[in-house]
């Protein structure tokens, strides 16, 4: 079984930054693709960054220049960068992974974490 974990959500002001993480964690092979969604209340999920165990990232427009997505694959580890965040940045942020635990790929998700953006 794989766990992803996230952390670094909260309350920020409008032009703040926070900075999420997701460990992964458990019977972890290899790790493909790692992402980062969020969901605002009556909204559907969306995408809002993605980033391949080459380094190759692909952002959602509405965060294009301001957030950063990497990852630590020594560590299992994702990161999304949030600069200059706007209150439509408001929402539960989801990390998600493709884990391989050596026979089978599988995608997994993580609880979320709120961001709240208000002054």
């Known amino acids: 079984q794989v766990q992803l974990v996230e952390s670094g959500g909260g309350l920020v002001q409008p032009g703040g930054s926070l900075r999420l993480s997701c460990a992964a964690s458990?019977?972890?092979?290899?790790?493909?693709?790692m992402g980062w969604h969020r969901q605002a209340p009556g909204k559907q999920r969306e995408l809002v960054a993605v980033?391949?165990?080459?380094?190759?990232?692909h952002y959602a427009d509405s965060v294009k220049g301001r957030f950063t997505i990497s990852r630590d694959n020594a560590k299992n580890t994702l990161y999304l960068q949030m600069n200059s965040l706007k209150p439509e940045d408001t929402a539960v942020y989801y990390c998600?992974?493709?884990?391989?635990?050596?026979?089978?790929?599988?995608?997994?998700w993580g609880q979320g974490t709120q961001v709240t953006v208000s002054s």
């Open positions: 998600n992974a493709d884990v391989s635990s050596g026979s089978s790929w599988f995608n997994y």
């Open positions: 980033i391949s165990s080459r380094g190759t990232r």
């Open positions: 458990g019977s972890i092979f290899s790790i493909n693709d």
